[in-house]
Nanobody
Framework: QVQLVESGGGLVQAGGSLRLSCAAS????????MAWFRQAAGKEREFVAA????????DYSDSVKGRFTISRDNAKNTLYLQMNSLKSEDTAVYYC????????????????WGQGTQVTVSS
């Protein structure tokens, strides 16, 4: 069982930046593709970004491409999401997720979810 704990959410003005972190409980962190998803109020959860086990391959949703950067530090069992040029439509609960393979992460076939962290962007 992998436990994932997100942090770094908060309130930020439009155009600002935030960095989310996700700490994993297991040394097996490096064996998982990791991803970020988000869910806005009244909407379905949606894919944001994914990163391969070694960190060499990434993928982003069109809505965040060029503004968000996903990264990982396997030595620290930690996943990151750097969010720049934030918009009001980025307001959501952001979830960290672990998947067995890359295409599973992108398609939402997730083994483990974090509890989520709220990001609110004021316009």
């Amino acid at each position: 069982q992998v436990q994932l704990v997100e942090s770094g959410g908060g309130l930020v003005q439009a155009g600002g930046s935030l960095r989310l972190s996700c700490a994993a409980s297991e040394r097996t962190f490096s064996t998982y593709t990791m991803a970020w998803f988000r869910q806005a109020a009244g909407k379905e959860r949606e894919f944001v970004a994914a990163i391969s086990r070694g960190g060499t391959v990434t993928d982003y949703s069109d809505s965040v491409k060029g503004r968000f950067t996903i990264s990982r530090d396997n030595a620290k069992n930690t996943l990151y999401l750097q969010m720049n040029s934030l918009k009001s439509e980025d307001t959501a609960v952001y979830y960290c997720a672990a998947a067995p393979i890359f295409r599973a992460a992108v398609s939402g076939r997730i083994d483990y979810w974090g509890q989520g962290t709220q990001v609110t962007v004021s316009s």
